[in-house]
């Protein structure tokens, strides 16, 4: 029996595990959900399967209490995503998710972003394996061209050569020591070995890592073997589409001029969005804007060039037929935009959106630009300099996309799954 153990409070957390499930119970595999909430726990109503749930982790308060105060917007993501795991909460998720996976007799679990696992899941010496992103390893900190941040930037940081902050920013990513404390308490308690820095928290005995190498252009480790590079999952990503493209969407690319996709997912900067939207209306190119989670009545009057959309049916042959995407990052956005072979501009919102964008920055295929520092201009001159140098930037692009997997992740992850499980039964 296996352990899905998802973070449904996230659609990028909870998509890889769903989808890895899937295919493992297609071909036999026997599943049991645990859950500590989230809006997203609901997708697991069509699988069968049983659904344990925990406490619920408490963010909506947490995100309720900084609007309050009026920082939620200033928050770094990292820092929101962590603001829940204090001493008494550790303690009480860890003595449930014990009680919890020893009655159901779990083989082992495997998990998204649930830091507790780090503790209950060893205290029951079983395997972990974590699902996460190649951009959150430390292989990736060593080996890749890591830089600061920007959420960690102000006017007086900007000031310092870049080689410096970038120094201190691999440093600081191998060897936080946020929650370390705490989650050491109660790690004693159970017999858990000691957590050094962060990076043994989030990560597990085993780590199904769903990106690409080539993409994050690093090399396989003995504690990050290739065959657990299992390569992006993405909802529709590498899944047959039929050509179901709105008609006004191809009326609108069709007209005469360059073409640009602006597609920032669930971001919660209205306010950048907004400014991104009436930098491109100052253009001339044809601009498909899809604005998602912002509600209609904030959206402004938009000029000839700019066809708004809540979604678009099918991203990916949306993204082919542009000239250019203007995206935010998230892992999903940055593989659509990568498979499609055409430039980008990345604003992220947080580090790893950073560093997703950087990997596509980094083979010459597009621009990252600053979100806290953001200037209409400057969207308007990389821009400029994409369409002044085009070919380039088109060529670096496709180049890239020739080099990405051509099997869904889900597919390697749920062999790899069924390997390590009869290995466990073995032992």
Not at 143 to 160: D, K, L
Not at 276 to 294: E, M, P, Q, W
Request: glycine residues 6%.
């Amino acid at each position: 029996m296996v352990g899905f153990f998802t973070c449904f409070a996230s659609i990028g957390e909870t998509l890889p595990a769903l989808k890895t499930a899937r295919i493992y119970i297609d071909k036999g595999g026997k599943v049991i959900f645990f859950s500590h909430g989230g809006k997203f726990e609901s997708l697991t109503k069509d699988f069968g399967c049983e659904v344990v749930k925990l406490g619920d982790i408490p963010w909506p308060e947490i995100t309720e209490e900084l609007k309050n105060k009026g920082k939620l917007d200033k928050t770094p993501y990292e820092e929101l995503l962590f603001a829940a795991y204090k001493k008494d909460l550790i303690e009480s998720f860890v003595e449930e998710e014990i009680q919890a996976f020893k009655k159901a007799g779990v083989d082992l679990v495997i998990t998204t972003f649930n830091p507790t696992a780090s503790i209950s899941v060893r205290a029951l010496k079983i395997p972990l394996i974590v699902i996460t992103s190649g951009t959150a390893i430390p292989p990736y900190y060593r080996q890749a061209h890591i830089t600061v941040p920007e959420n960690y930037e102000n006017s007086f940081t900007r000031m310092f050569p870049n080689f410096i902050k970038n120094s201190i920013a691999r440093w600081m990513l191998l060897n936080s020591k946020l929650l370390v404390k705490d989650f050491n308490k109660v790690a004693k308690k159970y017999g858990v070995r000691r957590f050094n820095n962060i990076n043994d928290i989030i990560t597990g005995d085993i780590n199904f890592i769903c990106d690409d190498i080539n993409f994050l252009g690093i090399k396989p480790t003995k504690e990050f073997p290739i065959e657990n590079f299992i390569g992006p999952i993405s909802g529709g990503l590498l899944e047959k589409q039929k050509d179901t493209i709105d008609e006004d969407i191809k009326i609108h690319l069709n007209r005469p001029g360059k073409t640009i996709l602006l597609m920032m997912g669930n971001t919660r900067d209205i306010t950048l969005f907004l400014n991104v939207l009436d930098a491109l209306g100052r253009t001339n190119h044809n601009i498909i804007a899809v604005y998602t989670t912002i509600e209609e009545d904030k959206l402004p009057d938009i000029k000839e060039n700019i066809l708004l959309k809540k979604f678009i049916k099918s991203p990916k042959l949306v993204n082919r037929m542009v000239d250019l995407a203007i995206i935010h990052g998230g892992r999903g956005t940055v593989y659509t935009a990568a498979y499609s072979g055409k430039p980008i501009i990345g604003i992220p919102m947080y580090h790893e959106h950073q560093y997703n964008i950087d990997n596509i920055v980094n083979k010459g295929a597009g621009i990252r630009l600053s979100k806290k520092f953001f200037k209409k201009q400057d969207l308007l001159d990389a821009i400029n300099k994409i369409f002044t140098n085009y070919d380039k930037y088109l060529k670096n692009a496709q180049d890239l996309s020739k080099k990405l997997t051509t099997v869904p992740g889900e597919e390697k992850a749920a062999k790899r799954l069924n390997e390590i499980i009869q290995e466990t039964i073995a032992k």
